[in-house]
């Protein structure tokens, strides 16, 4: 099983990765380094990869489900809602790809703030 550590300044999550090819793709680029930018309940980042979407991309996430956004190159964490979720659920902007599965709890993803540094890494 292949773990991913994406570091903030104030919280860390550990990522499984699924079986996908975004998640291979991640997983090859790391180490590297963006900068937060939160959109509701929801914090996203630059990734140095650029994929298509895959057959079960989608736009609404379970919590925990580390998403991969296509149309920005971002990886998208969703916690809570967004400005365009519907009652109870993790809406995203558009479709993205499901590549991994936080290990920890994404609502301490509420004290990230927008510019907060980011380091995605290879876990022990």
Known sequence: M?????????????VECLDTDTARSLAA?????????????EVYF?????????PDAREVMQPGEVAFWCAGDCIAIGFGPTPVSRA??????SAANVWGRSLDDVTALA??????RVRVEAGD
């Open 111 to 116: 004290a990230v703030g927008a510019g907060e």
């Open 2 to 14: 292949t773990v991913l550590v994406v570091r903030f300044d104030t919280v860390s999550l550990r």
């Open 88 to 93: 109870g659920e993790i809406r995203l902007a």
């Open 46 to 54: 630059a990734a140095p990869v650029s994929v298509a979407p895959e």
């Open 29 to 41: 680029a790391v180490p590297f380094e963006a900068r937060a930018r939160t959109w509701g309940d």
